[in-house]
């Protein structure tokens, strides 16, 4: 086979492989260049690939954050190099076909909250770039598995015991609030009971109605209450409420009232003992005058007597 030469020279074999070496080592801005012009090939390809062909990436990470019947869809934002991104999502139940729900919006979320509560839907949402559109990404959605929110506590002291309302949660439909009772029925409330810096657990009673008084409790003792809701006819259970600290009274007075009382008696002392001082100074006045009589009227007195 002949061999190939270049300028009068040898490039076969080891003879060429020196040369690229040399050619790597001794011109490297040539090699960089080069790399670059790669890099900007396959970009201009992709991007010529991507507006041909219509490639517009689908949502990720499509969830459902429903919490007391306050239900949206949710979804990461799309990652693509391109702007003007927008999304749709659409929904229907198992017959029929697909309505909107969240038509071409740029955020990354669609509320569901005015769908009505009892049935299943199917969820679907799309990424729109111009006139491209991505592939759907479906989602089942039953609005009667929403997570129960805490309900709200009210606490007073009393002698020994506290007294705990509690109220809801509540949901607005269409302007009206509804109870959890009227969707679920019976409503059973889990109270926890803490002392207060205390880690062990105390106890966790049930409250059939919406207020109790928990009795038997160490007087001037601060306690801390938590509730949730529990249905049981689904057996499922909803999220705790905030810690609500309260402390007990020894014979129907708080410990604040009886600081306040404190307070308010010893300042009444004040006054009395000022007020006492007060008129025991004008009396001394009156009745023993500090001065005395020059010494001839007192002459004058003796000489008369």
Not at 79 to 100: A, L
Request: contains cysteine; positive net charge.
């Amino acid at each position: 086979m002949p061999r190939r030469t270049a300028g009068g020279k040898d490039y076969t074999g080891s003879r060429r492989t020196e040369v690229i070496k040399a050619t790597v080592f001794q011109r490297p801005g040539l090699v960089l260049r080069r790399s670059r012009e790669m890099a900007w090939r396959y970009l201009i390809s992709g991007c010529l690939f991507w507006s041909v062909h219509g490639i517009v990436p689908e949502p990720q990470n499509v969830v459902i954050q429903s919490v007391t019947f306050n239900s949206t869809l949710q979804w990461d934002p799309l990652t693509f190099p391109t702007v003007n991104v927008t999304y749709t999502v659409q929904y229907k139940q198992h017959s029929g076909g697909f309505t909107d729900l969240c038509t071409r919006i740029v955020f990354t979320e669609c509320s569901m909250s005015h769908l009505p509560l009892y049935g299943n839907y199917i969820l679907r949402v799309r990424a729109e770039s111009e006139k491209e559109q991505s592939n759907w990404k479906n989602i089942t959605f039953t609005p009667m598995d929403t997570t129960i929110g805490p309900p709200d506590v009210h606490v007073e002291p009393r002698s020994r015991a506290l007294y705990v309302e509690v109220k809801g949660p509540f949901l607005q439909r269409n302007s009206a609030t509804l109870s959890i009772e009227e969707l679920y029925g019976t409503v059973i409330y889990n109270m926890q009971i803490l002392k207060k810096d205390y880690t062990e657990q105390m106890k966790i009673v049930n409250i059939m109605y919406d207020s109790e008084i928990r009795s038997d409790l160490d007087p001037w003792t601060t306690y801390c209450i938590q509730v949730q809701v529990f249905l049981p006819k689904s057996n499922k259970t909803g999220e705790w409420s905030k810690m609500c600290c309260t402390a007990t009274t020894g014979n129907g007075i708080s410990p604040l009232q009886l600081t306040v009382g404190l307070l308010s008696g010893l300042i009444v002392f004040i006054l009395c003992c000022w007020m006492f001082l007060y008129v025991y100074q004008r009396v001394k006045y009156v009745f023993h005058p500090s001065y005395s009589l020059p010494q001839h009227f007192k002459e004058e007195a003796r000489t008369a007597t």
